[in-house]
């Protein structure tokens, strides 16, 4: 359909994907048809749709842009591994649909799913490319120049048979049969129907039905083996009726996926496995005591070369000890935004936090982090007489290797811009990273947590009281903080996913666990949930509310999965992974989980002890002992 360029946008200065139509194509759509798709295209604006950035004209030569992904087809995957785990390939399967139904209600049919227009992303999000370029096609007035050029509208492997017929009226269910084709293949390890020709494959479509994905890979769920013959149904009828279906179908069998993945233990050694489940308590309880409430992207297991690497320390206070919460408020948004780029891995707060007034040099710092680059920054809250504030914030992005600035720009504004000043930041890091900017994590880095400026000062100095004092006395004044935080603004959804975690570590650790506190915590939760379902802070303290007050795995279980798919870096979610699991005896996985944890979290010493313990159970006992230590030397008087 074209060539494809890496080119090197000169008026944004990003990398961009230029995508130049062959000639013969270009001259059968015409540049009128071509910019009227690509501009109906260009509309469609979803976190997993690839968005087109600019298109024209050059005498003839069609082109438009998209942004760079950095990561990898889902062919070349499929290339590489053949057959996917399970839960990779149903939440493929389901972020993809939801790009299709996303396109479907604004009236645009893909028409040509398949492996190479999925795109994986290195976070782990998946993204559908080429939208309005196969509708276009199909329009097109002149369709026996396009046999003459050998153009062909869909790949047969993956083509409904409705398509294959040559059907000009398609809907939605032509995509639910590609998209089922495409996860066949991720399970089974080949299409659904393949031949030497695409003849062949049409042929064997209509000659009857695939054969179960089952029969080639028996661990594949009962559930996910129907929902996908119920997609590859011949006739639209009785396929799903729509991409959302699809997905919902599919959904049970993402949260049970993971448990399919991993060995189950030998009942003979499950009596020596418990240990380490007593130990995973006393790391939680070490946590929770440290009121450690608030700890808020994907590399792929021990793999810790994935990305660049980036560590914020707590940006310095200049102006009063007293506004020392507001600078490491600051440091912690401005974290917090820069997890959301994509190629990018940052280090967690827990562990760079440690260097706050740190005297050591910024290359030893950033070599017991184990990072690239580092970003430090000076804050001043400057409060006047006539009752405004100015902040004025100088950050530095310094390079570990030579020790010298990237980049420092200083930023003054007044209070009210405080939120702008955390995107400005993030986006200009990004800038001098190279990391290329999709609209989704556009729209990621300019969100507010609040529009309420008294709000967002109480919910900083809850997270700053969370970390002082006795647990118990600081977390009350933590609640206190939080309930004036929602008071003031009841759709702060990050305030009520820690007053619902601070309601349940009270009713777990207060001695008084009422009722009445467990409704106030699933309430809080819920009403965070409800305001920011694709948030991740909820689905954890969901988890944590099923962990500690209702003692429901299964429960647990799903609400981590949902958070882990929103943010797949979370040290704290990937810790709680790794509980589970190994409560399930899933050695292997929790093995991939702790240690991408502590990847990601390098200096938390718990943090290190849950991995020892999962090594020792896999019988790694030389890499247990090398994570013992590593926790001793963390937390040299803890005694677990």
Do not use: C
């Amino acid at each position: 359909m074209a060539t494809v360029y890496l080119a090197h946008d000169l008026k944004h200065k990003r990398p961009v994907a230029l995508k130049v139509l062959h000639p013969d194509l270009a001259a059968t759509l015409g540049p009128e048809r071509f910019q009227r798709e690509i501009e109906t295209a260009a509309q469609l604006q979803h976190p997993h749709i690839l968005t087109v950035h600019d298109s024209g004209d050059d005498a003839g030569h069609l082109w438009f842009t998209m942004p760079f992904v950095e990561g990898e087809s889902l062919r070349g995957r499929l290339e590489r591994e053949r057959q996917l785990p399970v839960a990779d390939a149903v939440r493929i399967a389901r972020e993809a649909a939801q790009a299709l139904e996303y396109a479907h209600r604004h009236g645009i049919i893909h028409r040509d799913i398949k492996p190479e227009n999925l795109l994986l992303t290195e976070d782990g999000n998946t993204l559908v490319a080429d939208f309005g370029i196969a509708r276009s096609l199909a329009e097109a007035a002149d369709q026996d120049r396009l046999t003459q050029t050998g153009m062909s509208i869909g790949t047969a492997a993956y083509m409904s048979p409705e398509q294959a017929a040559g059907e000009r009226q398609i809907d939605a269910r032509s995509d639910v049969y590609s998209l089922g084709a495409v996860t066949y293949e991720m399970l089974a390890g080949e299409p659904p129907f393949t031949g030497p020709t695409a003849q062949a494959i049409i042929a064997k479509r209509f000659a009857g039905d695939p054969p179960p994905v089952r029969r080639a890979r028996p661990t594949v769920p009962e559930a996910v083996d129907a929902a996908v013959q119920r997609a590859l149904a011949a006739v639209p009828a009785d396929r799903y009726a729509s991409a959302a279906e699809f997905a919902r179908a599919l959904a049970p069998a993402e949260v049970t996926a993971a448990a399919i993945a991993a060995p189950k233990a030998a009942p003979a050694v499950r009596p020596r496995r418990r240990a380490p489940v007593a130990l995973v308590t006393m790391v939680i309880g070490f946590a929770v005591g440290l009121g450690v409430l608030f700890a808020w992207r994907r590399d792929h297991g021990a793999d810790a070369g994935g990305g660049r690497r980036l560590a914020v320390l707590p940006f310095e206070n200049q102006g009063a000890a007293s506004d020392d919460y507001f600078a490491d408020g600051l440091t912690e948004e401005v974290r917090g935004k820069l997890t959301a780029l994509p190629g990018l891995r940052v280090t967690a707060s827990t562990s760079s936090s440690q260097y706050r007034k740190s005297t050591k040099s910024l290359r030893d710092i950033a070599a017991e982090l184990g990072v690239d680059y580092l970003l430090v920054g000076k804050v001043r809250w400057e409060k006047r007489a006539d009752g405004t504030s100015r902040v004025r914030v100088s950050p530095e992005l310094i390079d570990a290797r030579s020790g010298e600035a990237k980049w420092q720009e200083p930023f003054d504004a007044a209070l009210t811009d405080v939120f702008q000043v955390q995107s400005d930041i993030a986006s200009r890091v990004a800038g001098k990273l190279d990391v290329a900017l999709t609209d989704s994590v556009k729209t990621r880095l300019e969100a507010r947590p609040t529009k309420n400026l008294a709000a967002y000062d109480a919910y900083l100095r809850a997270k700053a009281s969370a970390q002082n004092g006795g647990f118990l006395a600081s977390l009350r004044v933590t609640i206190a903080a939080l309930e004036q935080a929602v008071a003031l603004d009841p759709e702060f959804a990050d305030a009520w996913a820690d007053l619902g975690t601070s309601y349940a570590s009270l009713y777990t650790n207060g001695g008084a666990p009422t009722p009445e506190l467990a409704r106030a915590a699933r309430r809080a939760i819920d009403r965070s949930i409800a305001l920011a379902p694709s948030a991740a802070a909820g689905y954890m303290s969901l988890a944590f509310y099923y962990r500690f007050v209702k003692i429901d795995a299964d429960s647990a279980q799903r609400a981590i999965e949902v958070g882990l798919r929103l943010d797949p870096s979370n040290p704290k979610l990937l810790g709680s992974q790794t509980v589970v699991e190994i409560l399930r005896g899933q050695w292997d996985s929790a093995l991939v989980h702790a240690t991408r944890m502590t990847d990601l979290d390098p200096r938390t010493g718990s943090r290190w002890a849950l991995r020892a313990s999962v090594l020792a159970s896999s019988h790694r006992l030389e890499e247990a002992r090398a994570a013992a230590d590593r926790a001793l030397q963390l937390m040299p008087m803890n005694s677990t």
